[in-house]
């Protein structure tokens, strides 16, 4: 059993920055790779970023320049530092993890989700 947890959303005015987490806990043998999504309402879901077990880094063009993915894999947790946030930044941030519970057993996980609104 694995929960993911995301924190950090908040209201936060065009072009400033937001910090968000994602906190992996319970049977936990290793996270290989962890990715961080998000909705918009009225909009497909989307991978924004994404950081390998070894701190590999990949983003959506979109983000590219403004946001950085990390992990502290001692803490099981990824971070989104998100900055010069836009107004079509607002959507649902979710977090998806791949857990190895096991030796065998390997599933993703997902967050339910932690909002970013962006406003002046």
């Known amino acids: 059993q694995v929960q993911v947890v995301e924190s950090g959303g908040d209201l936060v005015q065009p072009g400033g920055s937001l910090r968000l987490s994602c906190a992996a806990s319970g049977t936990i043998f290793v996270i290989y790779h962890m990715d961080w999504y998000r909705q918009a309402p009225g909009k497909q879901r989307e991978l924004v970023a994404g950081?390998?077990?070894?701190?590999?880094?990949s983003y959506v063009d979109s983000v590219k320049g403004r946001f950085t993915v990390s992990r502290d894999n001692a803490k099981n947790t990824m971070y989104l530092q998100m900055n010069s946030v836009k107004p079509e930044g607002a959507a649902v941030y979710y977090c998806?993890?791949?857990?190895?519970?096991?030796?065998?057993?390997?599933?993703?996980?997902w967050g339910n989700g932690t909002l970013v609104t962006v406003s002046s």
């Open positions: 950081i390998t077990s070894g701190g590999s880094t």
């Open positions: 998806k993890a791949a857990v190895a519970t096991s030796a065998t057993s390997a599933g993703d996980y």
